[in-house]
């Protein structure tokens, strides 16, 4: 056998027993997709947060990936058919979903289970100060942006403008919102909705160029008796001074932003998750991210879920006494 023969055979041998010898890291780590939401949108630094965070990506057994997406409604529909393993989709949206009640779509996403609480998304309506929409009801024959087609915001502005009368009598704009607050600086809208948390970053864009102010949503939300036909909202406020200009209390409503998974993903993945971001050293990474994920905790880890927990959370949950 030549010399050139016998170093190839070597090297075959030498490469098979690398592969033998190191199965975690060549052959065993699966790569876990995790949906996010659209540029300038907190779903989106929830996806590369946990992506990102050290201890999950030295992870031997998983990859996790985050991936852009519309936002909660997508999400859903992703999760549900395992296109994306993790995602971030509002507490409503999974009850409705998993009861089929979804609007024109009947269908009963049962693969999408409850990972965690991650913060509140309360909705806002940005318009400029002096222009005279006090209501929703004032936007009739505006321009109004209503966040991402497929987005939680989109679905959550169809469902509330419909529940107030107007989503048919407005200049619908499906953007995102960075393109909405852009827009809005630019005399192109009228106004645009947001289902974030506060302080956003679009907003703050749009309070640079304009004197802003907030429509007292959960006041349209009372007078309509919108509360009692969707108890999965919750009243709160947006605090003065959160964005320039704004002095006043801005009384909104919100929904519970959930960490979901396929029903599919190992139990053992979804706890294992769990302990490195529900640390001390994990939440304090999360909430240097950003503000908003202040309020995930131990405590709060199972707040505002009303549907099955996947049976690695439950497990962990469980542990820690909720």
Known sequence: MSLSRRAMLAAGAALAACVLTFPSTVLAAKRMVFGGGP?????????????????????????????????????????????????VVYSGHVYLGHNGRLKNDTRKYTDVLAVSYLYGAPAQLVVRKGSGI???????????????????????CELFFTHMGVWDKIERNAMGYN?????????????????????????????QTNDIDLVDLAGDAEDSGFFKKYPYFAKLAVPAGTYRGVDRTSPSFQDSTLWVANSKVSADVVYDLLSKIYTDEGLAYMRNQKK????MSIKSGTKGIVTPLHPGAERFWKEKGL
């Open 179 to 207: 393109d909405a607050a852009a827009a809005f600086g630019n005399n192109q809208l009228d106004a645009f909705w947001l289902f974030t948390a506060f302080p956003s970053g679009a907003v703050i864009m749009a309070a």
């Open 292 to 295: 908003t994920f202040k309020e």
């Open 39 to 87: 540029a300038g949108g907190t779903f989106q630094i929830v996806a590369n947060s946990i992506q990102t965070y050290d201890p999950v990506k030295k992870s031997k057994d998983y990859r996790v990936r985050a991936q852009s997406s519309a936002g909660s409604v997508e999400n859903l529909r992703k999760v549900n058919a395992g296109r994306m393993q993790f995602g």
């Open 134 to 156: 006090r209501s929703v009801k004032d936007l009739v024959g505006k321009r109004v942006g209503v966040g991402n087609a497929g987005s939680g915001a989109f679905a959550n």
